[in-house]
């Protein structure tokens, strides 16, 4: 470790320390002394700041200051501050809470703290106008400005000279004018009515009352055929003006009187202050949406960018000095199960705790091996040891894992040598039973757990009373021949472990058959291949098998792939070269040891599960959902089992939007589409579920990487459980969780369950199940067809005025209708993707995670909503004043009446339904649900019928921008798309580079995704064409 600090000339002298910060540093000290420090130290760029910020915090000579960084790095590539977090800073150094900010130009102008005393320029500035604003940071009467110019720098001395000369020059003029007298301001205010609010400050007068309004039209939704803009009509005989905002707008009729020359300013003024009483105005007098929001990166970046840690389960943490003397123990027996011709032995789990019963009606599968085997847990009661059978216990298990896992013996010894010890700290601590006819195997235990005997008493070489006499010699001493039987032993010539199953009909001078077809005795092998000569030539040989590579078989894997690679199972070994390790050792106790890391991770994972079911509160104690489903929705697709959180994910995301939506949708009566989406997306982000889950303690609980047993902690080793390092885990990956966890209680205890899951998280939303109180004053009837739409619907209106709110588009601006469509189609979208998502996941519940995931995206998007609008003729009913959205409505039934059958929704012949129609869909199915008071089912049923034929796993259709993607990635090609857009309509071109050859398609669309549709689709075809050449020309069949 290195450590800068204790002598700076020695750190200048060694190289840790450039000149420039050295003298830095030197000018810094010279000020320990000034109380209340305020300082700013000017750098050109941002690594420069993070870098110095990093280096003054741990120099201890400048413990007492508070140093932070301040920088734009948006475009940098580093670390992005946001605004807010530019506020803070400047705050805590205002406060004194900040001492030292090392800043880049960011901070030369704007910034008045009159407690600034000191301003260092590390890096010379660029300009004068740069040289100047930096030295007026410092506001305190005596303040200090120190410039850093390496000696003999001519050009940094002169340029450094012209600024301090035009500063000079600047100070003169100023003096020079400061004798001539200004006339005063007039305030304009005194006589021209205004609008303020007091708590900012914020004022709109008569003349600048119109821009407002203007301003607050803007930012209005809106979207092709329809700009919103706001409509006077004036009667100068009366003197009266009539303002009409957009419909979308909570304030939509404004009446004024007075002088028609100021007339419209009069009711703009009015206008914005209605605005503001409901809201949508902010107390700066802005429109809402036009305030900036919380930058998403600040929400979390402070709460887990020094790691996040990785669980253990309490349930098997302990230390091994008190759970030895603990004397009772509750056990579980671990059962292998499968189509194996040998089962594997049962293992008896023995922990200090009862674990629950979560794992009684789980099985659970293991994979990578020849035959399918699973394993289940049952709880057998309480057995009760003494400390010498503990420390026998612990010493079997920690040998034959480490063994098992290391193939190492000096990693074994080292293991072994320190199990005399009964560390205190607390570590991962359970034993692990060998069991033979339904009984703990304690002679294998025993024997196995005890040094083998260096006496020359051969009595003592045997594993118990026997009736062999055989004598054999091994590389450590002599052994009776049952010690050799179901052993472990280590050959030092070539590193390797191997399981004895017995003696062979053959010894040293036997002949060995190679590979090529020759002949030659083991004898002569071992002396050619290893330079061993081996002196007892009559000892039988031993027949091996290397020991099973202990693997993640949690990961499904291609056995015949893993078996190939084993090459020969079977070996032959002289037991001279042999040192034995563990005897007697049957070959089912070796086999089912194997699979313990395996097993005891999947046991690990389930009690995190039930912990965390536990952490979660009393409120989410009432609903019985499993621990392994709870364990589904915490695996990410990088663990590679059989189960990961995606399904649940895709549900769990489709639920929170649903609930959020309606909240904002419920709680924001006058709020327009725009907003409502801008509020739903700060609250349903990953930045913000992120927050979620780290303030509650989540993220430890997410598995996000693949089993290593390698890494696997093996009870027994004295490792301290309190040393698990920390883990970087992105905020996707985090909110990706959470969302499984919403999933996982939805699917299993129903809505309320994923409701008060949410609430317990903190998440401050509203699931309102009551009707939305309406006025009706609009007699529907008069403007659309009400009759003839519910039959097409199958659905009565009990509020007509809801459904011709659903056909209005934002151009039909006729005073006295509805409102547009655009909250109704925020509520609907919600509504109908998350139909959608619970049908699919409960209709098909085997398909894969991507197989739902594309079902949801063919059924929930914007053409296929549109298509299915004209086929039942809805487009006929929409209430609008465009001419623009007429013609391309006429264009598209004039040119595909007949195509309304096929699954590509006009993609495929380049033209895009106008996306009104699509919008229609779902602000129906919004106008159904309030009007079905929140019965989703309804909705479903009304719905279903001019959506059919719903998409299936047999009639879904390839998205070729996804083909295209995978085709490229599996050949390892380049694929690059290049977008643009003119008067309207987007062009897109899809290029693929191979060896030597691209592959070019330019396509154009109304829609950028429809055009890169076409583009991809153009590109995939001909790059099948040319493999599918290539291959005959190879005489390769590609069928």
Known sequence: MIYIGEDFAEDLQDGLLTSKVYFLIKSLMGYRHMQDLRCIVFVERVITSIVLEALLSTINQMSGWSVRYMASGRNCGLQHQSRNKHVEIVDSFRSGKVHLIIATQILEEGLDVPSCNLIIRFDQAATVRSFIQSRGRARMQHSDYVLLVRRGDVNALSKTQKFLKSGQIMREESQRLESTCCQPLLNTLCNEEFYGVESTGAIVTLNSSIQLINFFCSKLPSDEYFKPLPRFKIDKALGTCTLHLPMSSPVQTIYAEGKVSIIKKVVCLKACRELHAVGALTDYLLPESSVPCEDEPDIVVDKYKNGQPDYFPEQLVDNWSSFSRRGFYYCYMVSLEGCSKTTPAEIVLAVKCDMGSDFISNSFKLWGVQDYLSFTMRYVG????????????????????????????????????????MPASPGAVYLLLPVVSGKIDWRSIKFSASEMPEATNMDMRHCYPCKDTGIVQTKDGTF????????????????????VCGFLDLNANSLLHRSDGSFLSYKTYFKERYNLDLRCEDQALLEARKLVEVRNFLHKCNYKKEKERSGKSVVELPPELCIVVMSPMSAITLRSFTFIPSIMYRIQCMLLSMNLKMQLGPSMQQFDIPALKILEALTTKNCQEEFSQESLETLGDSFLKYITTQHFFVKYKHQHEGMLTKMKKNVISNAALCQLACSNNLVGYIRSEAFNPKTWIVPGVGYDICDRSLRKLKSKRIADSVEALIGAYLSTAGEQAAYIFLKSLGMDIEFHKMPIERVITIKAEEFINVKSLELLLDYSFNDPSLLMEALTHGSYQIAGTTPCYQRLEFLGDAVLDHIFTDYFYHQY??????????????????????????????????????????KRMADYLDKFEQSFSGPSHGWEAGISLPKVLGDVVESIAGAIYIDAKHDKGVVWRSMKRILEPLVTPDTLQNDPVKELQEFCDSKGYTLEYTVTRDNGVSSVVAEVRTEGTTYKATRTGFSKLDAKKLAASSVLRDLKAADTKQYSANGISCT
């Open 382 to 421: 309480i057995i009760h040891l003494n400390q010498e059978q503990v420390i026998a216990a612990r010493r079997f298990q920690t040998t034959i894992l480490s063994l098992l896992i290391s193939n190492d013996l000096s990693e074994v010894s080292n293991y072994i040598k320190n199990l005399l010890e």
């Open 480 to 499: 009776c021949s049952c010690m050799l039987r179901n052993s472990i032993v280590c050959t030092p010539h070539n590193g390797m472990f191997y399981a």
């Open 845 to 886: 519940p085997e398909c894969t995670p991507e197989l739902l995931t594309d079902l949801r995206s063919a059924s929930v998007n914007n053409s296929c909503y549109a298509h299915a609008a004209v086929k039942a003729g809805l487009h006929k009913h929409v209430l609008h004043s465009s001419s623009a959205l007429h």
